[in-house]
């Protein structure tokens, strides 16, 4: 069975940093996108970041400068390092692994920027 598992999240103050990992197993990882997805109380899940097999990019409006994905295919891993974190970065995030009709979700890791 398809896994894929964040941590990473936490509590954090208003200009801290936080970094996300998530660990893939059973899928050929390096062959798909993967891409972290936040979605806040009310709101409805919304693409953070995403990369693409041969690592090309792409961020929200709201993260750009500020948060940075990058991919292991060694490790099966995607991380997002988030740095200058708001009180409008609270959600959880999720995990999201894509080739062609498959697709994947994580459990979600929460994340709070609250002094």
């Known amino acids: 069975q398809v896994q894929l598992v964040e941590s990473g999240g936490g509590l954090v103050q208003p200009g801290g940093s936080l970094r996300l990992s998530c660990a893939a197993s059973r899928i050929t990882f390096r062959l798909y996108a993967m891409g972290w997805y936040r979605q806040a109380p009310g709101n409805k899940r919304e693409l953070v970041a995403s990369?693409?097999?041969?690592?090309?990019?792409n961020y929200a409006d709201a993260v750009k400068g500020r948060f940075t994905i990058s991919r292991n295919n060694l490790k099966n891993t995607v991380y997002l390092q988030m740095n200058s974190l708001k009180p409008e970065d609270t959600a959880v995030y999720f995990c999201?692994?894509?080739?062609?009709?498959?697709?994947?979700w994580g459990q979600g890791t929460q994340v709070t920027v609250s002094s």
């Open positions: 990369i693409g097999p041969g690592g090309s990019t």
């Open positions: 999201n692994g894509h080739l062609a009709t498959a697709d994947y």
